[in-house]
């Protein structure tokens, strides 16, 4: 069959898993979070990253059945977790637009955290740049709905996109996440140092956190903390891990 034939299928044959990727506070030295990050093995077509199959899952709809199961799985494992005593711990998951955009969207949240039992400030939502550009007048209101739930809220590949600052301080979201694409060239690049402290700066001046994506080197992260950057994200913690792998590199972190 196609792969989107394969799609179809994808969760009767419970050929979805998500991994969790480390996210480490510079300041306290503590591991403060994960992000939930999807992979489909195909039985058929083998593993499929999900750049190729999102867009699939966005076009045929399928994605709202996907986001929800996402959103409900990485709950489940955050609070299988909090039972070793993670209970600072937050999960980050991503959001499609097409789930944003359906209007009972907040209620779903809402719901699969009080079937969980998960306190809502455990969960943050990431929302792309783009997704929030597109649909500018809407998404404020709908996002505050999220806020008033307790969910925080993280703009996801910042930078990448068009974000003014005015639209950014209209916008009820807790977090920004500075795009890998600036933080690879870091050291040597004068003009991704530039924008990287401009954006901590800003941000904070907007009294929003500020993650920091694939960071890969020492160097790296010296530049962020010296930029006062609060979280750090990428292969120099920990690549994305097995939800067990996961448990055990937070318990034994320091
Ligand atoms: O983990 P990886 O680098 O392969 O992820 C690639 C992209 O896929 C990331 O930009 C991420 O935002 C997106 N992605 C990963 N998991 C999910 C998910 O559960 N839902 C959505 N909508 N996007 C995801
Ligand atoms: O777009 P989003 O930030 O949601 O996706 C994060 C993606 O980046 C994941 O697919 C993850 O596998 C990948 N990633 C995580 N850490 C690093 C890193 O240090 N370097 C690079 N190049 N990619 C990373
Ligand atoms: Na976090
Ligand atoms: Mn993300």
Redesign the pocket.
């Known amino acids: 069959a196609t792969i989107s034939g394969a799609l179809r299928k994808v969760l009767d044959r419970g050929e979805l898993r998500l991994?969790f990727q480390p996210q480490l506070a510079l300041a306290e030295g503590r591991i403060t979070g994960v992000e939930?990050?999807?992979r489909w093995q195909s039985d058929e077509h083998g593993d499929i990253?999900?750049?190729d199959f999102?867009p699939m899952a966005e076009e045929s709809g399928l994605?709202l059945e996907?986001?929800e199961w996402?959103l409900r799985e990485a709950c489940l494992t955050l609070q299988r977790w909090r039972q070793h005593g993670l209970t600072e711990l937050t999960v980050s998951?991503?959001?499609?637009v097409l789930q944003l955009l359906r209007g009972d969207f907040p209620e779903v949240v809402s719901r699969v955290l009080a079937d969980i039992e998960l306190p809502p400030s455990s969960l943050e939502l990431?929302l792309?740049e783009s997704v929030l550009m597109a649909n500018a007048e809407h998404t404020a209101a709908k996002l505050q709905a999220f806020r008033e739930l307790g969910v925080s809220l993280a703009i996801?590949?910042f930078g990448t996109g068009y974000s003014s600052l005015a639209y950014l301080k209209r916008l009820p979201i807790t977090t920004i996440k500075i795009d890998k694409a600036f933080i690879g060239d870091l050291t040597h690049d004068p003009e991704d140092a530039a924008i990287t402290s401009t954006v901590i700066t800003m941000a904070h001046s907007l009294g929003l956190n500020v993650v920091a994506e694939g960071v890969e080197t020492e160097a790296q992260v010296r530049f962020l903390r010296e930029h006062a950057c609060n979280e750090v994200q990428g292969f120099w913690l920990s690549p994305?891990l097995e939800a067990h792998a996961c448990l055990a590199f937070i318990r034994n972190w320091r």
Not at 93 to 96: E, R
């Open positions: 991994v939930a990050l999807l990253p999900p750049a999102i994605i996907i986001g996402v998951v991503n959001v499609s990431e792309t996801d590949d994305p």
